[in-house]
């Protein structure tokens, strides 16, 4: 009985040995650590892309591998991710000036309620592949905001990913991406005539090009619409980066027809 149990108790030991020895060597094999620069005044989702042939040329400071958010809360960039890793992150806050504040992501609190000082933080963090017809590609992604706002856009989050189903609409298993999508990001939807400009547009209406061929965002302005796209102004569609800017429903359409022929607008209330 001796020898059993001095056997166990040395075979334990030397398996306790071996996993600290692996967890040690693992953790030593660390990845490039990493700087994500935000705007001050930008507060939800940011998300980082990995591999993008457009993306933000490789920059570093000093050894930190650097990730400029732009004001939509995106950064396209050319390094690789770097999973199954151990990685040193920073987070910072840059104003119209240039100057930064490190957003301290261990304040010492045990609970985000606990944390009335108004300063932001970083939450959420999510990672991985961007799509299956994307395999190449892969994201990073957090939230950003105050604690007492956290709740709040977290709930947003999953009441929009709940109404919405995009995951399960983009696997192409309860129907056509280009019609039900924007069937469940609307209460309701109306055609829009581009002869008379009706109905009148209110901020925030979801307009429609063809389905979800396009889909934009009205303001308070007319036809005036937000869009993220290229054209019209920039006649490519493909290997262009696409930016935020103010167009008019008549100009994405004439746009739209000469390329694809003619184009149905509609109006959907959004749900949230």
């Known amino acids: 009985m001796l020898k059993k149990s001095f056997i166990k108790i040395i075979t334990k030991s030397y398996i306790w040995v071996f996993i600290f020895i692996i967890s040690s060597y693992g953790c030593s094999l660390d990845g490039e650590p990493n700087i994500f620069i935000i705007p001050e005044n930008y507060t939800g989702r940011v998300t980082v892309i990995f591999n993008h042939s457009e993306g933000i040329p490789k920059k570093y400071e000093g050894k930190y591998r650097v990730f400029k958010i732009d004001n939509n809360g ?3 960039s050319q390094f690789r991710p770097q999973y199954e890793k151990w990685i040193e992150e920073k987070f910072f806050l840059i104003d119209s000036t240039g100057n930064r504040v490190e957003i301290e992501t261990h304040p010492g609190f045990r609970t985000y309620e606990e944390d009335t000082t108004g300063l932001k933080r970083i939450f959420n963090v999510v990672s991985g592949d961007f799509s299956p017809e994307h395999p190449d590609l892969h994201f990073y992604s957090f939230l950003i905001c105050k604690s007492t706002e956290y709740k709040e856009l977290l709930k947003l989050e999953k009441d929009m990913e709940k109404c919405l189903g995009i995951h399960d609409l983009y696997l192409n298993k309860t129907g056509d991406w280009y019609d039900q999508l924007p069937k469940r990001m609307s209460t309701s939807i109306v055609s829009y005539s581009t002869t008379t400009k009706k109905p009148i547009l209110k901020r925030g209406d979801l307009v ?8 934009a965002l009205a303001t308070s302005s007319g036809e005036n619409v937000y869009t993220f796209w290229p054209p019209p102004d920039k006649a490519s569609y493909s290997f262009t980066l696409d930016e935020v800017k103010v167009e008019t429903i008549g100009d994405l359409v004439k746009c739209m027809n000469k390329a694809f022929g003619p184009t149905k607008v ?5 749900v949230w």
Do not use: R, V
């Open 74 to 76: 995106c950064c396209l």
């Open 208 to 215: 429609f090009f063809n389905g979800l061929s396009h889909a």
């Open 266 to 270: 509609t109006i959907g209330k959004p």
